[in-house]
């Protein structure tokens, strides 16, 4: 069989478990149109056609989909991934609330590949009604990607969920990242930033000047 | 060089001194190599191969060293490591003994930023018959891609010896940055003419930010034949945020070859034994390249690559529709783009002089799901 029929093959095959609508009623994405074959932007279309019937931002999955198309990728491949995104889209909007936004939405998708229990999700929006989720929910997936075990980041962002905003966010995962470069242990790093965190300490979680200015106790 | 090597190179420089040795001054040439399975903490372990190249010049008062370590790594991966070491010394009365050292390191994983280090040590050792003691310190520079760090180390020492065996201790207080450790470490050796073990055990404690934990490690040379020696060895180490280590566990196998002369030299060097510690280098997760971002009106972010030597600097993304666009070259190396890009976490690649697609440091990569890498940047609401 040439791989250009057992592309689409595959492809159809995926669009017909997609339980959507018929593929003639597909809205195309314009962006699409010109980057991707045509098998393969007929079933991103039917993808983006149902997450936008369910109210989820399609913004991210038609970016997927130009990544893959950017990268040079299969078109069975590019759908798969598409594909994978939705239901992570699916499922963090599930976790935290139909009210999320769509940074948050694709923030926490992020959190749940890097291993997140959606229940984590749920706590920090309870934690956080009137705030942001975007860089706690990124924050919680970079520490796990620098090491530090799940449970621990999870724990981690939780703790800091009340009193922190982004930027004490953002610079909490920047300090982590620097001790564990210095020679750190991942969960040794997050563990002095945390204590440094509870201590009421965030103006001082910034990090140091490379010449070491705010070195303390130099012999 | 190590703590533990440096601390033993400093046993055996006061033994031998003070044992009366009269050793010429002589050149030694080895060449060791074999193959090593490494377990970095927070990474899978890997095999890997290597070879290291060394080259020693022993005199009475003086001790010169250089070491190369090439190492290939199971998925392809490749370090090369550099290290150049001397040390003086000179006896301050009957009892005591000045010694001035410095070393210079540097390593390199593929084409990504490199650590290096620069760092000079003054000891003062008090010398009985066998045994003795030190106080040293030591300061210099850390270098990790273009960021640099000055470190500052204090250490005492005491050491002992009778029939073969030769046992020391440290105690160790290093700070860099904002991070600080203290570390305890006991090495013995025993030699024979059939082998020669080296066995160390230490622990890490009371620091910020530098682990904590027990490691030790364990040397084992036994001489084949004429300028031929098999070597094995096993261990954790340490983390050294002042050379670019962090730590693992590892085992090693392999061959020493005397190249240059077949005498054995002082029971240490300043270079220490390089073998079993060749693999110590962090693997850099991301490129050579550093990006950063900037705010600035209505949405519209400046975002710079830092990349050195880079005649073109691309970059795509999902805010640029996973197309390429150019930056623009500032100064020093600087590339910059003035772009809209909404709030949230977004996903980007930077491409150097038109070559492979990267993950620039400064955000963080994981795999893309079509055979590469992306980096992943977020950008808080304002």
């Known amino acids: 069989m040439r791989p250009g029929a057992s592309q689409l093959i595959s492809v159809l095959a995926l669009v017909a478990g997609l339980n959507a609508v018929a593929v003639t009623a597909v809205a195309q994405e314009p962006r699409l149109r010109d980057r991707l074959l045509e098998p393969t932007r007929i079933a991103v279309d039917a993808i983006l056609d149902s997450a936008h019937a369910e109210g989820l931002p399609t913004e991210p999955l038609v970016d997927r989909a130009l990544e893959g198309a950017s990268k040079g990728a299969a078109g069975d491949r590019i759908v798969a991934a598409v594909q994978r995104l939705w239901g992570e889209l699916r499922t963090a909007r599930i976790s935290l609330g139909l009210g999320s936004s769509a940074p948050e939405i694709v923030a926490g998708a992020s959190a749940l590949r890097a291993g997140a229990d959606p229940d984590d999700l749920t706590r920090l929006r309870e934690l956080r009604t009137r705030q942001s989720l975007t860089v706690a929910s990124a924050t919680l997936a970079d520490l796990v990607a620098v090491g530090v075990p799940v449970d621990t980041a999870v724990a981690a962002v939780i703790a800091l969920a009340e009193g922190a905003d982004d930027a004490d966010y953002l610079a909490f995962r920047r300090n982590v990242e620097r001790d564990i470069a210095l020679g750190a242990s991942p969960v040794t790093a997050l563990g002095v930033r945390l204590g440094a965190a509870a201590a009421g300490a965030f103006s001082n979680v910034e990090p140091a000047s490379s010449q070491g200015s705010q070195r303390p106790r130099k012999p | ?382």
Not at chain 2, 286 to 291: F, I, S
């Open chain 2, 1 to 382: 060089m190590t703590r533990r090597r440096s601390s033993v190179a400093a046993v055996a420089v006061v033994w031998y001194c003070l044992s009366g040795s009269t050793l010429a001054a002589q050149v030694t040439g080895t060449v060791e190599v074999g193959t090593s399975w490494v377990d970095y903490e927070g990474f899978l372990g890997s095999g890997a191969a290597f070879v290291t190249p060394t080259l020693r010049y022993e005199g009475p008062d003086v001790s010169l060293g250089v070491s190369g370590s090439y190492v290939v790594f199971e998925s392809g991966s490749r370090i090369l490591q550099g290290l150049m070491a001397g040390g003086w010394r000179t006896r301050l009365g009957d009892r005591f003994l000045g010694e001035l050292s410095g070393s210079a390191g540097i390593n390199s994983y593929e084409d990504y930023p490199g650590y290096g280090h620069l760092l000079s040590r003054a000891r003062l050792h008090f010398a009985g018959p066998r045994s003795g003691a030190w106080l040293g310190a030591a300061t210099g520079q850390s270098y990790a891609g273009s960021a640099s760090a000055t470190p500052y180390e204090i250490q005492l020492g005491g050491w002992t010896v009778s029939s073969g065996l030769a046992m020391g201790a440290t105690a160790t207080h290093t700070w860099i940055a904002e991070t600080d450790y203290f570390d305890v470490l006991g090495t013995a050796r025993i030699r024979d003419r059939f082998f020669e073990i080296e066995g160390s055990l230490g622990f890490r404690a009371w620091g910020e930010g530098g682990g904590e934990g027990v490691y030790g490690e364990l040397h084992i040379q036994v001489p084949l034949v004429k300028r031929l020696t098999a070597l094995v060895a096993g261990g954790r180490y340490p983390s050294d945020p002042v050379r670019g280590v962090i730590t693992a566990n590892y085992v090693s196998a392999g061959l020493r070859i005397h190249a240059l002369t077949a005498s054995s030299t002082r029971a240490a060097t300043l270079l220490g034994n390089s073998f079993g510690t060749s693999v110590r280098s962090e693997p850099p997760r991301t490129g050579q390249a550093r990006l950063t971002i900037g705010s600035s009106a209505h949405s519209y972010h400046t975002i710079r690559v830092e990349a050195p030597g880079a005649e073109y600097v691309e970059l795509s993304g999902d805010f640029t529709d996973w197309r390429p666009v150019p930056l623009v070259r500032t100064e020093r190396g600087n590339w910059e783009l003035a772009i809209h890009i909404e709030p949230g976490v977004h996903r980007v690649n930077v491409r150097l002089n038109t070559a492979t697609w990267i993950v620039p440091q400064g955000v963080r990569a994981e795999e893309d799901e079509f055979g590469g890498r992306v980096g992943i940047l977020v950008v808080p609401e304002r």
